[in-house]
């Protein structure tokens, strides 16, 4: 059975940062990208980054680009979203998901976990 859950959320003040784990089990791990989305209060549920199997390619939306960072972890079976100069725009619940190619969408992911609510104040 696969199973996705990403921690690591909590409260903080802006400009401070944060690091977000998915842990994932029974996944062929090469196989699958993962793909890190986040929800906000009122918003539809959108891509903010994604890493290959490989871990040698990234994708970042536009908004967070050069301030969060996905890495994976292959001895771990963990993947992880630095978060630096958190912004309150950034409060969201942040969720992983796992697919074979990066995608934008999340219907799109075969495997999605239970998100980590990231609260930031100003």
């Known amino acids: 059975e696969v199973q996705l859950q990403a921690s690591g959320g909590g409260l903080m003040q802006a400009g401070g940062s944060l690091r977000l784990s998915c842990a994932a089990s029974?996944?062929?791990?090469?196989?699958?990208?993962i793909g890190w989305f986040r929800q906000a209060p009122g918003k539809g549920r959108e891509g903010v980054a994604c890493?290959?199997?490989?871990?040698?390619?990234?994708y970042y939306e536009d908004s967070v680009k050069g301030r969060f960072a996905v890495t994976r972890d292959k001895s771990r079976d963990t993947v992880y979203l630095q978060m630096n100069s958190l912004g309150p725009e950034d409060t969201a619940v942040y969720y992983c998901?796992?697919?074979?190619?990066?995608?934008?969408?999340?219907?799109?992911?075969?495997?999605r976990g239970q998100g980590t609510q990231v609260t930031v104040s100003s």
């Open positions: 890493i290959s199997g490989s871990g040698e390619s990234t």
């Open positions: 998901a796992a697919r074979q190619i990066c995608s934008r969408w999340w219907p799109t992911y075969n495997y």
């Open positions: 029974g996944l062929p791990w090469d196989d699958y990208v």
